[in-house]
């Protein structure tokens, strides 16, 4: 009897694991859709070149900027694993894939300069647009080489 | 009681000396600058102003040169502890009586920047307006120069008029031009020189009788000051700060003492955080002119005795931007 009990309660205790297990699954895969969320860029903007050029010293500005405003959910490298990464909604960008570099520096200053959802728009918080192409410029250093 | 700073007069020859190098350096700059740009001539580009002379509006008890771009929104909070001298009984003052201000500031429009916050110390509200008049420009302007003014007011409650005989006494008004250069990415430096006003002063009659009554006011109604900072970045992030403040006039009685601090800035994309030592213990510019009660240094007072200076005090300022 006692044996018999104890199987009910483990099946029980089972099928409310194998619950929890779902529902967290189900929100991982949630995370994941919402991660891929595709983000339209205006033909205009994507198509804008850049005008400054990569040398020294934007690189250097778009280094510096980074480390202020990007580093903490993006990381230093890019990866997406800032320290702030995890108590966002959406999970950031990794910025090293060759899926992100593929895109036009004109796509890059769009996203950063209006932002979306987690990402906040950069274009008062960097107000000189120069320096925000300066960050695009850093970010392609960023690529998985 | 009537103090005599034997330093004083060092003191405000160094800082004298102090604005004196900034100019000359900003001069020699100056010509390097155009030099530079007469080199770079061949890129057509417009000169831009320089960005970040400093990171935030505060550098510990100053404002800084800097004004936030169009729409920025920013909150404030500052703590000054109690002095460090009684040692772990208050634990260096981290748990003895502290002072905190909490401010508000928005730009409405370029270049200007309008800010209103309350005080603890004697419940001081205060509204204050900040313009940008020239920015350090490479072949235009070798520093970047700011105007600041701060009116405040004492909103303490005095029901048979024993602190103030009229309303206006309450009012106390702070003006100052910031004259800033950023000598590198890592360095700047900025001289601020001020004028307090204050529109009551104690007194007592020293003469009243039938020839006449003669009032002797313990302080002056304007006071002259100057303050010297100066930033170094250690990072994108991180920074040393320094910060001096000299009494210029020589008040009858009751001279304030002059302020050192330092401390260090820690930066993130919509805060600043600025832990430090120093001197003045009230958050109102103005205030902290004309009352500063703890010198860095020992003095003698007029009378011969001798005070102990090092009266440190632990601060902290944080501000959050929405921009």
């Not at chain 2, 831009?48 to 909150?75: A, H, L, R």
């Not at chain 2, 007194?203 to 039938?210: A, E, F, I, R, V």
Request: aromatic residues 10%; positive net charge.
């Amino acid at each position: 009897m006692k044996t018999k009990k104890h199987i009910k309660m483990k099946s029980k205790l089972t099928l409310a694991t194998s619950l929890i297990a779902l529902s967290i699954m189900s929100f991982a895969f949630t995370s994941i859709v919402q991660k891929t969320k595709p983000w339209p860029v205006p033909e205009k903007n994507a198509k804008t070149p850049n005008p400054v050029k990569a040398d020294k010293e934007s690189l250097a500005t778009g280094k510096s900027l980074w480390n202020l405003h990007c580093a903490s959910c993006h990381g230093k490298t890019g990866l997406g694993d800032g320290s702030k990464a995890a108590q966002l909604k959406t999970q950031p960008q990794d910025l090293t894939t060759s899926s992100l570099q593929s895109q036009s520096d004109g796509s890059l200053f769009y996203k950063i300069s209006e932002g979306r959802d987690d990402m906040p728009s950069f274009k008062k918080k960097i107000s000189d647009p120069e320096d925000l192409w300066s960050v695009v410029n850093y970010m392609r250093t960023l690529k998985k080489s | 009681m009537k103090l005599k700073i034997n330093i004083g007069k060092r003191l405000l020859t160094t800082s004298v000396c102090l604005a004196a190098c900034l100019f000359l350096m900003q001069t020699t700059a100056f010509a390097q600058d155009t030099t530079a740009a007469a080199k770079d001539a061949v890129i057509p580009a417009k000169a831009k102003p320089v960005k970040n002379t400093f990171q935030s509006i505060w550098i510990i008890d100053n404002q800084t040169v800097m004004v936030p771009v169009k729409g920025t929104f920013e909150m404030d909070i500052q703590h000054r502890f109690g002095t460090v001298n009684n040692g772990y009984s208050d634990f260096w003052g981290l748990y003895a009586s502290s002072n905190i201000r909490i401010g508000v500031d928005y730009a409405p429009i370029n270049n200007l920047y309008l800010g209103l916050g309350f005080e603890k110390y004697n419940e001081i509200w205060d509204g204050s307006a900040k313009y940008a008049l020239i920015k350090q420009t490479r072949g235009i302007s070798p520093v970047s120069i700011t105007y600041y003014g701060n009116l405040s007011l004492d909103t303490r409650k005095d029901p048979t008029n024993s602190l103030f005989t009229h309303y206006t006494d309450r009012i106390l008004s702070f003006n100052e031009i910031i004259i800033a250069r950023k000598f590198s990415d890592k360095f700047s430096v900025q001289i601020s020189p001020s004028i307090t006003h204050q529109n009551a002063v104690p007194g007592y009659l020293t003469k009243n009788d039938s020839t006449g009554r003669t009032i002797f006011e313990e302080m002056k109604h304007d006071h002259f000051a100057i303050s010297v900072a100066g930033r170094y970045k250690l990072g994108d992030a991180t920074a040393l700060l320094i910060d001096y403040d000299q009494p210029l006039t020589k008040e009858p009685t009751n001279n304030p003492n002059p302020n050192l601090s330092f401390g260090f800035e820690f930066s993130t994309s919509g805060h600043t955080f600025q832990l430090f030592m120093g001197n003045y213990s009230l958050l109102n510019p103005g205030k902290n002119a004309l009352f500063n009660t703890n010198n860095p240094f020992d003095y003698t007072q007029t009378g011969g005795t001798k005070v102990k200076g090092g009266k440190f005090l632990i601060g902290f300022n944080i501000t959050r931007l929405w921009n």
